[in-house]
C-alpha cells in the first residue's frame, strides 16, 4: 500500500497480532491518538502517536511517525493520527477479512472526531487540511468497523495522579507522549530521507 513512513516505529506487546484480531471481532479493542506541535523548535514538523489497547488482554500496538511540511500544525498533526488508524483498519480488515464491528475511538480533538464521523461527498478546496480529508473520504469508503468516535479530555496527568486518571485519559497521555517524541525524532532525521505519500495514494506533487 506504499506509505511506509507511518510504520517504521511500531511496537507490538505480543508476539503476533491475534490478540488485536480477537480485540476487533469482539469489540474490546480502544484506538487512541494525538498529534503534537512545536513551533519554535519544528514550524514545518506534525508529529503523530498513535496505539490501540485491548481492554481484555491488556496487549498493546503503539507507534508514532512525523510529517514535515510547510502546512505542519498541531491540528494537521490530529489529522494525520486519525487518518492513519483508519488506513490500518482497513488493511487489518483486508488481510484478515474481518466481518463489520464497532470498536471505541478516542481523540482529545473534537474538531478531528467531527470529520472522522463524517460521510463527506466531496472537500471543499480550501478546507484545512484537505489532502487528509480527501484521503480520508476514501478510506472510509473501504472500512466495515463502525467506530464508536468518544472525545477524551488532554493533559489529563498535569495536574492529577497517574493513578487517578482513567483508562481514557491514560491512553490519551501515552499518544501525547508518542507525538512529542515523533517531533524530537523528525529533528534528527535528514529532510531528504523520507517522501511522504499517504499508504494507497497514487498520486502527490512535492
Not at 494525538?34 to 498513535?50: H, M, N, T
Request: some cysteine; proline content about 2%.
Amino acid at each position: 500500500w506504499g506509505g511506509t513512513w507511518m510504520w517504521r516505529n511500531v511496537v507490538n506487546s505480543s508476539t503476533d497480532l491475534g490478540w488485536l484480531i480477537n480485540a476487533i471481532r469482539s469489540n474490546t479493542a480502544t484506538w487512541c491518538t494525538d498529534g503534537s506541535y512545536d513551533k519554535l523548535v519544528a514550524p514545518d514538523i506534525s508529529g503523530v502517536g498513535w496505539l490501540i489497547f485491548d481492554r481484555d488482554t491488556t496487549h498493546i500496538l503503539y507507534g508514532n511517525f512525523f510529517e514535515k511540511s510547510v502546512d505542519a500544525g498541531s491540528y494537521r498533526g490530529e489529522m494525520l493520527g486519525s487518518l492513519a488508524l483508519h488506513i490500518l483498519c482497513s488493511a487489518l480488515e483486508t488481510f484478515y477479512d474481518l466481518s463489520p464491528s464497532s470498536n471505541m475511538f478516542l481523540c482529545d480533538n473534537e474538531s478531528t472526531l467531527e470529520e472522522a464521523k463524517k460521510q463527506r461527498l466531496r472537500i471543499p478546496t480550501k478546507s484545512s487540511c484537505s489532502d487528509v480529508l480527501r484521503h480520508m473520504r476514501y478510506m472510509k469508503t473501504t472500512l466495515r468497523m463502525r467506530f464508536n468516535y468518544q472525545h477524551v479530555g488532554a493533559h489529563a496527568d498535569d495536574h492529577n495522579e497517574w493513578s487517578n486518571l482513567t483508562l481514557e485519559e491514560q491512553l490519551n497521555c501515552r499518544c501525547d507522549e508518542l507525538a512529542k517524541n515523533a517531533v524530537q525524532l523528525a529533528l534528527s532525521t535528514p529532510s531528504s530521507a523520507t517522501r511522504f505519500l499517504f499508504p494507497r495514494e497514487g498520486v502527490a506533487v512535492f
